[in-house]
């Protein structure tokens, strides 16, 4: 969908302004080192349920934190204020805070000025979406559901902003970015179907709010009237935000100091961590690439240092765990940041294939309610959601009761049989754009369903 | 607050205070000086912005402006790892055009900004009433307005004046008692929020607030000499509260340390449970959770009407007026009690975010469901159902945004599970069962979107055999279908055992947004409760 106006940027810090503010508190400053932080931005969202906007919130903020060091003594203050007063008060603060504060063993000197490469994570047509625009891509779901006799709610956001990070040492990074996403759930009036469908992207003009009220409206009326079936193992089919759900949990656990630490999926027995070992089936390449148009990211961190692309696993072996400055040093590494996104190869295989080739097995259109069970094995509990689907002889035959698992994206990714072609997906269970993650379907063996649920 | 509501408070806390518990619980609300201590200009700003969107073409508009603190002290062993201090200051406009909503917030808070975005609600509502099928309607307030309203949370110690050097003492010692315990890890943190906040709505109501919050935490982590498991416990015995840095003092992480080391240790070497189904025996530290998830969201109304289908969910206490005054929550002996009343509560104020007073109401009344959780919208949806039962069609008082950049909508408050009347507490429970687990703190914690099916591990697990603990367990979850496991409820322990626990992230909306709750409970037992084993190997 096209934006009515692109003339109406949201709000926020310019480059400029940036510059001027951190070269303000900076003056402000009599810390051995100082970093400021600022960030600013319009978050816009529009809600709907029953097949009308519910509410709707446009807030603009923008923030300043200042972090102080006074010899190995460190303190931050953030502040949405920024009238000379209240920067001068923050910096004062942070300075006094710190003072008070033990010494850090860990602290490292902050960053001289760095290289960063050019972001690609801005969109004109979501700073510009204005209310009547997302008042209009609401209807374009709320009107074909409702001609349909179904019930619709639904969730659009999108975000614009700046941010930026400057010190006494000479770094300053600035970098602007959008987010939007939208996500819909439709039901049936009787309460008996459910069907979800949803999108995310840094560019709203490439989301298709029509394309996502067939897709729930389908699923909603196939859904209808599930039949409850044994829990168990299952062959799974698993749509792209399914995968995503799963996939993004190993995000968590990329962390060379934790597994180091001995307290890590990633630890080693007998001590250090699996960097080189294969610990998921040969097909599976996970990355981070902050200039990977699908999934971009910003080009640095919260302290300045650049982000890099990093491989995380190649062909199923563990190739990168993420190093902060610090224990990279500890441990005689390169430090490993990369932005957040993640990208997870793919194969061939159509979501046909996929069915055609399963004797019997349970189609999976979204997890829900994922919360950690057991962090030795990245274990995970949650349930299936909005269309879930009995396959029996290569056919989708009827919509089954939802399922609580008890998996860990560890043991999928080991039992892989077969995958499709990524796709940017809507993984956050919120709705909100979350992280940029583009995944592949997948079908695997043995997912391990531990109770069923009447919920629909 | 009812006489009998204000007889059990005072009974429990008191009981509480002689236990050892936090004794800052028996300090009644009215104690409290009524002072304002934010800016008095905000007052002015908050009538101008009502007075602009009235202007407009409002029917009806509130404002709300927040100057919050919080601050942030973390660490790990012997490092201070974070002090953050925050500090967001704001105000947001929401508005009623032509029946629909529009909202509108910003931080940059002049006399002009005020005005432009209190128009900018209007020229958004606006848009939204385009395609309007159903204008909201509000159910009237059932006190006169309220021009002057102050109301602070009952701290002793504003935790912003205590110094830094002192938290990070207090830290720094109680992970060192950990440490001497043969703690492997420890990681300990400090939160601490003071919000002022100045609401006034076209009613005539202008109050003034100002909340504390406070939680102490620590978690220890062991990790096994072949780096083959790790297990960790959390300080759940410590909850968050509506209160000072007197919660801090009296949470005293510092004594409890070493127990919670060599709590962890023990997980190292328990024995995995044999799944099947047994009696479960809950402390109120892991039961409050449970009825977090299991009672206070499926009584929210705006889910039953699936307002909150696409995230939070619908629930299973839909349609109402199927369910109202007919389904059978549980055992004739189960009460639950929602207030935002009890001292020391994460969910305590004198006035909701619409400029309502808070009542206390029975969501369960001798094990039958009979009212729901609401605000002013909410509650015209159940006018037909008040008036059947010659009650007034108002509002509950639940309405609450997270901060001044959040549109208020219907967030939970403290839902309390009462106790019996038979005076018995945890060990009794434990002394009556036969074949069973009693789990002691939260743990993990999932549950569908109807609120049927849910899944609950916890810190602690205790083997019970013929009425006594006989050894430790692991990688313990249960699994429940919501209406059987309430229903299976067949002990309770008395006021005596009654604690409050709670939390600060209980999400929900679209942006989701965070609410702080607590829910009062004494122990439970649950008969046949479904339990699974967690552990894998990798």
């Known amino acids: ?456 | 607050m009812t006489a009998s509501r204000r007889e059990f408070l005072q009974q429990s806390a008191a009981a509480a205070a002689a236990v050892g518990l936090a004794s800052s619980l028996a300090r009644p609300v009215a104690a409290q000086p009524h002072v304002f201590q934010g800016d008095p200009s905000h007052k002015e700003l908050v009538l101008r912005a009502i007075d602009a969107a009235k202007a407009a073409g409002a029917e009806y508009a509130d404002a709300r402006i927040s100057s919050a603190r919080s601050q942030n002290i973390g660490t790990r062993e012997k490092r201070v790892t974070n002090i953050g201090d925050n500090e967001t200051f704001g105000f947001g406009v929401r508005v009623l055009v032509r029946g629909a909503w529009g909202f509108a917030a910003s931080s940059n808070l002049t006399a002009d900004e005020v005005t432009r975005v209190a128009r900018q609600a209007v020229a958004q509502a606006r848009a939204n009433s385009a395609a309007m099928v159903k204008p909201v309607e509000l159910a009237p307030i059932h006190h006169p307005p309220v021009p002057n309203g102050v109301w602070r949370s009952p701290i002793k110690v504003d935790p912003f004046t205590v110094a830094i050097e002192d938290k990070v003492a207090y830290l720094l010692e109680a992970n060192a008692a950990a440490l001497a315990a043969g703690a492997r890890f420890v990681n300990s943190q400090m939160f601490f929020l003071r919000d002022e906040k100045t609401f006034a709505n076209t009613l005539g109501t202008v109050t003034q607030q100002t909340i504390f919050r406070a939680q102490p935490g620590m978690t220890v982590t062991m990790v096994s000499p072949d780096n083959r498991d790790f297990q960790t416990r959390q300080s759940t015995d410590i909850q968050p509260k509506g209160l000072g840095y007197e919660h801090v003092l009296d949470a005293d992480l510092k004594r409890h340390a070493a127990r919670w080391a060599e709590e962890a240790k023990q997980k190292l070497t328990a024995k995995p449970v044999e799944v099947g189904r047994y009696d479960l025996i809950l402390h109120p530290t892991h039961l409050w959770l449970t009825i977090h998830e299991a009672i206070a969201h499926p009584t929210e109304l705006d889910r039953a009407y699936g307002f909150e289908a696409n995230y939070a969910g619908t629930s299973y206490l839909a349609p109402p007026e199927d369910k109202l005054g007919k389904f059978r929550m549980g055992p004739s002996f189960m009460n639950v009690l929602a207030d935002r009343s009890a001292p020391g509560s994460l969910s305590a104020c004198g006035w909701d975010d619409e400029g309502v007073q808070p009542e206390d109401f029975h969501i369960v009344k001798d094990g039958m469901f009979v009212d729901y959780q609401t605000t002013r919208e909410q509650a015209m949806w159940l006018d037909g159902w008040y008036k059947q039962q010659g009650k007034p069609t108002r509002s509950h008082g639940c309405s609450y945004a997270q901060t001044w950049a959040d549109v208020q909508f219907q967030r939970m408050p403290n839902v309390n599970l009462l106790p019996g009347e038979k005076d018995l507490v945890w060990e009794d429970l434990i002394a009556a069962t036969e074949n069973g687990i009693a789990i002691i703190g939260d743990g993990s914690f999932s549950i569908d979107q109807q609120r049927y099916n849910a899944q609950f591990g916890g810190q602690l697990f205790y083997e019970v055999k013929n009425g006594k603990i006989t050894g430790m367990l692991k990688d313990v979850a249960y699994q429940i279908r919501t209406p059987e496991f309430w229903n299976a409820l067949d002990m309770i322990g008395g006021k005596r055992s009654y604690e409050l626990g709670g939390a600060f992230g209980d999400g929900k909306g679209q942006p989701a947004q965070s609410n702080a709750v607590s829910h009062g409970c004494p122990p439970t037992r649950h008969k046949q409760v479904n339990v699974i084993n967690t552990g894998r190997t990798a």
Not at chain 1, 375 to 397: H, S
């Open chain 1, 1 to 456: 969908m096209t934006p009515k106006s692109l003339y109406a940027i949201a709000p926020h810090l310019s480059r400029a302004e940036c510059e001027a503010i951190a070269k303000k508190v900076l003056s402000f400053s009599a810390a051995d080192e100082c970093r400021v932080s600022i960030n600013s931005g319009m978050r816009q969202n529009t809600r709907f349920a029953v097949n009308q906007v519910s509410t709707a919130g446009d807030n603009y903020n923008a923030s300043v934190t200042v972090r102080s060091v006074i010899g190995k003594r460190v303190a931050n203050v953030t502040t949405n204020r920024l009238d000379d007063a209240s920067l001068k008060a923050a910096v004062a603060s942070a300075e006094r805070i710190a003072r008070l504060a033990p010494e850090d063993p860990e602290l490292l000197p902050e960053l001289g000025p760095q290289q960063y490469q050019e972001a690609i994570n801005w969109s004109d047509a979501t700073a510009s979406l204005e209310p009547e625009a997302r008042a209009e891509a609401v209807r374009a779901i709320t009107e074909p559901a409702r001609r349909a006799g179904l019930i619709s709610t639904g969730y659009l956001e999108a975000n614009a902003g700046s941010f930026a990070v400057a010190n006494n040492k000479g770094m300053f990074a600035y970098g602007r970015s959008t987010a939007a996403a939208y996500t819909t759930t439709v039901r049936t009036q009787d309460g008996t179907g459910s069907g979800w469908a949803g999108a995310s992207d840094n560019d709203f003009a490439r989301i298709d709010p029509k394309l996502l009220a067939e897709r729930a409206i389908e699923k909603a009326r196939k859904s209808v009237n599930p039949v409850a079936i044994e829990p168990g193992r299952y062959t799974v089919i698993l749509e792209p935000t399914a995968v995503a759900n799963l996939v993004q949990l190993i995000n968590g656990a990329l962390n060379a100091r934790s597994a180091d630490e001995g307290r890590s999926f990633f630890s080693k027995a007998g001590g250090g961590n699996k960097i080189g070992e294969k610990v998921v089936d040969e097909r599976v390449t996970l990355v981070s690439d902050p200039l990977d148009s699908r999934v971009p990211a910003g080009t640095f961190g919260g302290d300045g240092f650049p982000n890099q692309k990093v491989t995380w696993i190649e062909n199923g072996v563990v190739k990168n765990l993420a190093y902060d400055r610090f224990w990279a040093k500890r441990t005689g590494k390169a430090p490993v940041s990369a932005g957040g996104t993640l990208a997870m190869a793919g194969g061939t295989s159509s979501m046909e294939e996929m069915i055609a080739s399963t004797e019997r097995g349970i189609l999976v259109t979204r997890f829900w309610y994922i919360r950690g069970v057991d962090p030795r094995t990245i274990l995970f509990t949650g349930l299936t959601r909005d269309g879930t689907f009995l396959v029996e002889n290569g056919k989708v035959t009827r919509p089954i009761k939802n399922l609580r698992y008890n998996e860990s994206p560890i043991f999928m990714l080991n039992n892989l049989m077969m995958m499709g072609r990524p796709e940017r997906v809507s993984a956050s269970e919120s709705g909100g754009p979350g992280q940029a993650i583009i995944v592949p379907p997948l079908k695997c063996r043995d997912f391990n369903f531990t109770s069923t649920s009447d919920a629909i």
